[in-house]
């Protein structure tokens, strides 16, 4: 394999439901080794362009290529490795029969399980049923199943939902390692600040269009943003009158409050509230930058 091809290639993908359009003109490389995470609101179109880049839909408008094949076809499947939530598994199966069993649909040995069972800590548990695994198992094997034929692309979709905190950071090693290996990744999350963490790029896609498509440092750096936290009495109106405010959070008291302009807005904020407590001003962060980027005429109130 040329080490320079891109991994993923789409161009000017267009897609509809009816009358919905799903995506509006989509371009999206990745490189070996590289992690792209894909984010976006509800409805962005973000599971509708992994679909197209698994094969699982054929382009109404546009080309997707997988090492310059057609992802519809077996032999271009077969150097993806997909770990979807939504799929489910024959609960009557073991641990060790479903990935070898991966093994060999991607034109490997069965004995190709042995290591990834290792690899992933679920040695122990290959003779079990996954109808017994815990949810953190079951995604574990998940994970197995993408990773055993070592795959050019992994295509992961919320891949360390149900995982525990030892599991996640494991589970990060293991893409760091593949990464390493020349493995590209896509990755869909709504956890933003772990797509920060994992991520060479973010792609921010909103009604079937990319925002912004950059590492993640470079996003948040663009956003003149400051976050003010704060333990304050004052209503959502008195909230909304504060000079330079862009968006507010609130979890009851707890308020938190956008602005380019933190030392205007604090100095009013003070004089009408002279007992808050609690008092933090931050970067914002990459969470903050897609909202920033996504949120339009939603409103001001998070
Ligand atoms: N099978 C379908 N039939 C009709 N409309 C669909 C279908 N699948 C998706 N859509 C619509 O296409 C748009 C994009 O949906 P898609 O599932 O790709 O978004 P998403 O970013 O994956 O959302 P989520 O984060 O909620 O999973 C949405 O408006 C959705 O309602």
Partial sequence: MATTE?????????????????????????APGECVALLGPNGAGKSTLVALA???????????RILGGDPRRAATRRRLGVAQQASGFPNTLTVHELVSGAA?????????????LAELGLTELARRRVAKLSGGQKQRVQLAMALVTEPALLVLDEPTVGLDTQARRHFWGILARRRAQGTAVLVTTHLIEESAALADRVVVLDHG??????????LVSRLPDRTVTVRTGLDQQALERL?????????????TLQTHSPERLLRVLL????????????DAGLAEAVVALTSHEEGRAA
């Fill in 243 to 255: 000079p330079g405010v862009l968006r507010i959070g609130r979890e009851h008291d707890l308020v």
């Fill in 271 to 282: 004089d009408q509230d002279p007992g808050v407590s609690e008092l933090r001003v931050q």
């Fill in 209 to 218: 269009r990319i925002l912004a498509d950059a590492p993640p440092q470079e």
């Fill in 104 to 116: 060999v649909r991607g034109g490997l040995r069965a004995a190709a399980a042995g290591p990834i």
């Fill in 6 to 30: 891109a991994v993923l290639t789409a161009d000017g993908l267009r897609h509809r439901y009816g009358e919905t359009v799903a995506l509006d003109g989509v371009d999206l490389t990745i």
């Fill in 54 to 64: 698994v094969g699982v839909l054929a382009p109404q408008q546009g080309t997707v």
